[in-house]
T-cell receptor, first 113, second 114 residues
């Protein structure tokens, strides 16, 4: 079965712009989480969506937002981009909330210049 | 405040020997711990996990040990193989109602030398 699909794979944006990243979970998976990976910081939790509702949120500014659609696909938006937002953004899906069987996508590499 | 710490950014081990990756945590409420493996240009893949009610979990060449009193867990890989070269992340989860949030360490890059 198809894995978690993230698009685009690579993005280059300039400071001040906004960006939208997309994540299609594994078919049947209803929970989608987003993580930011930067060198030295590891993976940091952004937020988790389940049944189109944000269920949990990490310690990121309000410029980071997301949503989930009825088909469980999720988008993440970052507004007013800063240089420090350059990172690998990973999406992970699981069957249910509190399901530890996370499957990660390959990520979107965002570079802010 | 880094609740999950992997103090070794890198580790080099000879093929066939044991690889030991370490992880420390500060939050005593964490009740479930996981190890993920990540190759370049790919997302992390789940490797092995352990619940706080256990102190050891084994799966083939991989064994995870949990020392709750020391707030320390380790991943042992025996014997190490070249394909094990990757970045390894430990993660912890706190028992709670509702949504799950995994807290990850910074990762340890393991290199297996032939």
């Amino acid at each position: 079965k198809a894995g978690v699909t993230q698009t685009p794979r690579y993005l280059i944006k300039t400071r001040g712009q906004q960006v939208t990243l997309s994540c299609s979970p594994i078919s049947g998976h209803r929970s989608v989480s987003w993580y930011q990976q930067t060198p030295g910081q590891g993976l940091q939790f952004l937020f988790e969506y389940f049944s189109e509702t944000q269920r949990n949120k990490g310690n990121f500014p309000g410029r980071f937002s997301g949503r989930q659609f009825s088909n469980s696909r999720s988008e993440m938006n970052v507004s007013t981009l800063e240089l420090g937002d350059s990172a690998l953004y990973l999406c992970a899906s699981s069957l249910e909330l509190r399901s530890y069987g996370y499957t990660f996508g390959s990520g979107t590499r965002l570079t802010v210049v | 405040d880094q609740q999950v710490k992997q103090n070794s950014p890198s580790l080099s081990v000879q093929e066939g020997r044991i690889s030991i990756l370490n992880c420390d945590y500060t939050n005593s409420m964490f009740d479930y711990f996981l190890w993920y493996k990540k190759y370049p240009a790919e997302g992390p893949t789940f490797l092995i996990s352990i619940s706080s009610i256990k102190d050891k979990n084994e799966d083939g060449r991989f064994t995870v040990f949990l020392n709750k009193s020391a707030k320390h867990l380790s991943l042992h890989i025996v014997p190490s193989q070249p394909g094990d070269s990757a970045v390894y992340f430990c993660a912890a989860s706190e028992g709670m109602q509702g949504a799950q949030k995994l807290v990850f360490g910074q990762g340890t890059r393991l290199t297996i030398n032939p």
